[in-house]
């Protein structure tokens, strides 16, 4: 699947959460197109019709176009009769009979990504309540597209140079990386990001040896962060847990390991395919 299918994907579960998060009868959306100043709407939820289909918005044009342009979120009480915006999509918006329609921006590292749209068969304005449940919904998008950003990154950064000593600094980047992203994935709310994310995590590590150590998930997680260098404290810091509990997690690897010192803990992890 390309990565532009998965953030297709991606979209299409963020409308039913729009809907269910605000009530909204209808919602659609679609990405940027590469290359292009415009949004292509490619999924639909509540729909009647095929009117908004592969409609192309472009930048600055329509309530979605301005959303992109201003990269922020945008809402009509009556789509056809308002001011604030320009009217070329006026034809496929009525023949799907919606008035008052939110266009919300997903936004990642200062890019618009793409819109999401939430819309009523009626002409009426829409409280502060649907406004925040749409804008956190996009949120949740926005987050997931930079997991799926950094694992990318993380994988395309590991392919290049197997180095097999280990050593470099490109390769101690994606040992960071490595910590980073595993040290993110218990804040993931959607089980099947999180679970994609940390099986992109193991794809970095060589196929462990079958009757091999096993390291518990939290164990694992300050071995990475140890092998990328940091201390006690900082693993503590960016885990959010106590400096103590950091030293409890390490003993316990050291243990399993068969380790006296971090530094050869780390040695047998990589050698049992548990680090990069």
Known sequence: MTADAVEAV????????????????????GLVES???????????????????????????GLGGKAVALARPCAVPDYSRSRRISHEYDVPVAAEGIHAVLAVPVVVRRRVRGVLYGALRSAQPFGDRTLDAAMAVARDVEQALVVRDEARGLLAAARPEPAPAGRGAAWEQVREAHAALRALAPRIGDPEVR?????????????????????????????????????????????????????????????????????????????AGLLP
């Open 195 to 271: 679970a994609e994310l940390l099986a992109a995590c193991g794809l970095l590590t060589a196929p462990p040896r079958a009757g091999g150590v096993t390291l518990a998930p939290r164990e694992l997680d300050v071995l990475s962060w140890v092998a990328a260098g940091a201390t006690n404290a900082a693993v503590a810091e960016r885990l959010g847990i106590g400096a103590e509990t950091v030293k409890g997690y390490l003993r316990s690897a050291m243990r399993k390991l068969g380790a006296r010192t971090r530094g050869e803990a780390v040695t047998a992890a990589r050698g």
């Open 10 to 29: 991606e979209f299409g579960g963020a409308l039913a959460r729009l809907r269910r998060a605000t009530g909204l009868p209808v919602a659609f959306g």
């Open 35 to 61: 290359g292009r100043p415009q949004i292509r709407i490619s999924e639909l939820s509540g729909t009647t019709t095929a009117a908004l289909r592969s409609l192309a918005v472009t930048s600055g044009n």
